[in-house]
């Protein structure tokens, strides 16, 4: 059987290693996978399994500052990330799809529109769609903030500012026409796979939850003693940790376990131990370095990419704090836990699937800073029980997050018969003709707020918006822009 993994990055960020890690389980069980990736890292294990992408020389973008626009237009709701993407190309025609028996997308903003998945729809092949986040069945934000706009439309988009909510309605009417039932869906979360399951858009697509694996090297042990001599921490004190992406994301809600913090300084026990650097508040990730409220209590140990590193850092950790307001599966959920570093998490997405509270980690009651600091006072009294359960997040985590389970699960899909709902073909043609009757109006709308913003910008601007329509173009200049 040959599969092809499709997806921005090949490896670089959360849900690419979550596909690159699905790529290595299928090769071991002797599937013939391969990952087909805009962007493509230079390490070299494996590396003839995985094909970059070229676009076409000639290919021709309409709002090449479109990202800047989305960008000036955001609320202060979310900061997490709305995209767009606008450039097709043509991935039904490429040799690794045609030769390919089953097609598995996975994260592909920036790299795929949705023209181009409905495009791959229409091949006579098994197309599995395995959801990050939320963006495959929203008007373009990735996750929702609590807004259940992606039941209707998405219009009035609260992430977005008026000037621009043409392009939160235009995302999902594209979507509704091009989307059809030959696409299956792959969660690694049950919450993930309910909100998909009441979409309109999925209303009758089969939906799958299989969890995101592990490399077995993350359960290797490392000495915590000597990797806490490396960073200068001492072997008695209680160390909380916190790691992202992103720090600064809102939706990761570090601003929450800064809060804490300022509540346990408020316990005499806590703060005397604090300032006798007993307790430290440690964490890694892409962090700016500018922000005085977290570096008070916390210290940045940096932004990490290799496995071995990240993986000391958690076992050197006596917890590790998720916040999350929304999340699926984070994988820094299931690498602290095979760490057996349990985590303490909010009641939330697939962290409340997973961690069984004072079992194999810890749950606060409430999404609040005062919950979280409770919790984080109780699990300091007693130490020894924490590591119990930390062997606990271990085990469960060999057992769930195995790569030959992700591999089998998968596996039964791949070969598995789809059965498609099908729909009066009458009745689909006078439905996709209305929306894109729609789909036109909305597109002007757009297009005009999008010429304002090209008049509004100085006259430099407005030149390279017109160089930046040639792809080929942007790229040359944009690379000559970063060696300079």
Known sequence: MKVTLVGTNDRSGGAARAMYR??????????????????????????????????????????PFLPDLIEENRTNISNTLFSYTELDTNIESHPLILDADVINLHWIN??????????????????????????????????????VGYLNNCREC????????????????????????????????????????????????????????????????????????????????????????????KRKGITYLIEAFDLLMENEDWKLAFESKKIILSFFGNYSGSNRSIEKYANHLGSFSNDKEIAEIYQMMDIFVIPSMEDNLPNTMLESMASKTPVLGFPIGGIVETIRHNENGFLADSISSSSLAEQLYRIWKDLAFCSQVGESAYQYAREKFSMDNQALAYNDIFVSVSRYNQVNSNLEKLTKEKLNLQWKVVSDKLKAAYLNHIKSLSWKSGFLNLLFYSRFISDFIQSYIKKK
């Open 22 to 63: 699905l790529h290595l389980s299928l090769l071991s069980k002797g599937i013939e996978s391969r990952i087909l990736c805009l962007y493509k890292s230079n390490h070299e294990e494996n590396s003839s399994h995985i094909l970059k992408y070229k676009h076409a020389k000639y290919s021709f973008q309409k709002y």
């Open 110 to 147: 920036f790299f795929l529109t949705v023209k181009d998945i409905g495009n791959l729809l229409k091949l006579n092949k098994k197309i599995i769609w395995t959801q990050h986040d939320e963006w495959a069945f929203t008007g373009g934000c990735h996750y929702t903030s609590g807004c």
């Open 158 to 249: 609260i992430q977005l500012n008026p000037k621009i909510w043409p392009l939160a309605e235009l995302t999902y009417l594209e979507k509704a026409i091009h989307y059809s039932n030959h696409l299956e869906l792959v969660s690694p979360s049950k919450w993930l796979a309910q909100k998909a399951k009441n979409s309109p858009l999925f209303k009758n697509t089969k939906i799958h939850v299989i969890s995101n694996s592990l490399e077995n090297e993350w359960f290797n042990s490392y000495n915590k003693w000597e990797i806490r001599k490396k960073y200068g921490i001492s072997s008695d004190c209680f160390v909380v940790g916190f790691g992202a992406d992103s720090i600064s994301e």
